[in-house]
């Protein structure tokens, strides 16, 4: 499957049999980046079974030491589509895992929980790409967020 090479967001290939399933797929992306997550650091996948499943398009930022469903996606964001969870960044042309790092520096995501906007970037000392809050407070809402992650896809 061909995708993005940055996020490994899949694209439709030309005579692709049920692109359909392709094109929701990578909709379902998009809309947590511009939804938001629900939490960040969890490093377990809440419970996949019912009655606590997780909702069509739940989204979380993993944590740094991954397990089970989510193992080998530290920092990524986790998608619950379907009975599956997909990820940002997901996989490349070869169907490896791409790891958050340089290429994804920049990425935003609106928090739900702390009401706050987190970017990918370098900080600390040394400095080291982490999931950092954006403005302290959370001081933008989710309309701006939202509006700042449509003209960041355009290119505005």
Do not use: K
Not at 30 to 54: E, F, K, Y
Not at 73 to 86: D, E, K, Q, S
Not at 140 to 149: F, K, M
Request: proline residues 9%.
């Amino acid at each position: 499957m061909t995708t993005t090479p940055d996020l490994g967001i899949p694209y439709i290939a030309a005579s692709q049999a049920q692109p359909e399933i392709t094109h929701n797929e990578a909709i379902s992306l998009l809309q947590a980046l511009s939804n938001g997550v629900i939490s960040r650091g969890l490093n377990a996948p809440p419970v996949t079974s019912p009655p606590t499943s997780p909702a069509e398009g739940d989204a979380y930022i993993v944590g740094t030491s991954p397990t089970d469903d989510w193992a080998g996606r530290a920092n990524c964001i986790a998608v619950y589509f379907g009975t599956a969870w997909l990820f940002l960044p997901g996989d490349d042309d070869n169907g490896d895992p791409i790891t958050m790092g340089a290429r994804q520096e920049g990425l935003r995501v609106w928090v739900r929980d702390e009401d706050e906007l987190y970017v990918w970037t370098q900080a600390g000392s040394p400095p080291a790409l982490t999931w950092t809050p954006l403005a302290a407070g959370g001081d933008a809402s989710s309309a701006d967020v939202a509006q700042l992650l449509l003209f960041q896809a355009m290119g505005i």
